[in-house]
């Protein structure tokens, strides 16, 4: 079955920089890859997915690219600011199918 | 108007135990879903349910039996609790067939605490 490898697991970063989250995918046929945005005591909401056919996506201050090939796809967080505090989770499915996650990323914003 | 609700949102007791958790979503998707968040916040798949029928079923306990009395609904009954069980546990629904987005809906979880 698919198994996602997400890093790091902790980020901190000052804000106003940029943030990159990774993570790899092991089955070939997944073709869908969501980012979820999960804060203290919330619940997970995705913030940007994007599909196998598209090598990037944006949305105002986030990103995510993918490389099919290698089997990875990254979050891209620019200009980054207190409420960019959170716990990020990556994951990958063939479309349809049951949703694995990555660990998470625990990402601290420090003002 | 809340899409995924589940009730209780926290829970306490004692070892031994046999506790319900109720889920339902109004947004007329086909398929939900019982994650489990652990101490270190992974997000672990237990069941999905596809139009009330059971359609994934991972290395889970029998202790815990998943029902599904019509597509709007989802309930998790867990028997005989024990303290490894202690865990946010999430609803989540999602449109699989026909046109959809695939975008997961997450309930506000339900906090188990197991004594």
């Known amino acids: 079955g698919e198994n996602v490898e997400q890093h790091p697991s902790t980020l901190s970063v000052q804000e106003g920089d940029s943030a990159v989250i990774k993570c790899t995918y092991s089955?070939?046929?997944?073709?869908?890859f969501p980012w979820y945005k999960q804060e203290l005591g919330k619940r997970p909401q995705l913030i940007i997915d994007?599909?196998?056919?598209?090598g990037e996506k944006k949305d105002q201050r986030i990103a995510v690219t993918l490389n099919k090939t290698a089997k990875h796809f990254s979050l891209h967080i620019t200009e980054t600011q207190p409420e960019d505090s959170a716990v990020y989770f990556c994951?990958?499915?063939?479309?349809?199918?049951?949703?694995?996650f990555g660990a998470g990323t625990i990402l601290r914003v420090k003002s | 108007d809340t899409a995924v609700s589940q009730t209780p949102k926290y829970l306490v007791t004692q070892m031994g135990n046999d506790k319900s958790i109720k889920c339902e979503q109004n947004l007329g998707h086909d398929t939900m879903y019982w994650y489990k968040q652990d101490s270190k916040k992974f997000l672990k798949i237990m069941f999905s349910?596809?139009?009330?029928?059971?359609?994934i079923n991972e290395t889970v306990p029998n202790r815990f039996s998943p029902k599904s009395p019509d597509k709007a609904h989802l309930n998790l009954h867990i028997n005989s609790l024990e303290l490894g069980d202690s865990a946010v546990y999430f609803c989540?629904?999602?449109?699989?067939?026909?046109?959809?987005?695939?975008?997961?809906?997450f309930g506000e979880g339900s906090r188990l605490t197991v004594l």
């Open positions: 349910y596809n139009n009330k029928e059971l359609i």
């Open positions: 089955d070939s046929a997944s073709n869908y």
């Open positions: 994007i599909r196998s056919n598209v």
């Open positions: 989540a629904s999602s449109q699989v067939s026909g046109v959809s987005t695939g975008e997961l809906f």
């Open positions: 994951a990958a499915s063939k479309y349809g199918n049951k949703l694995v």
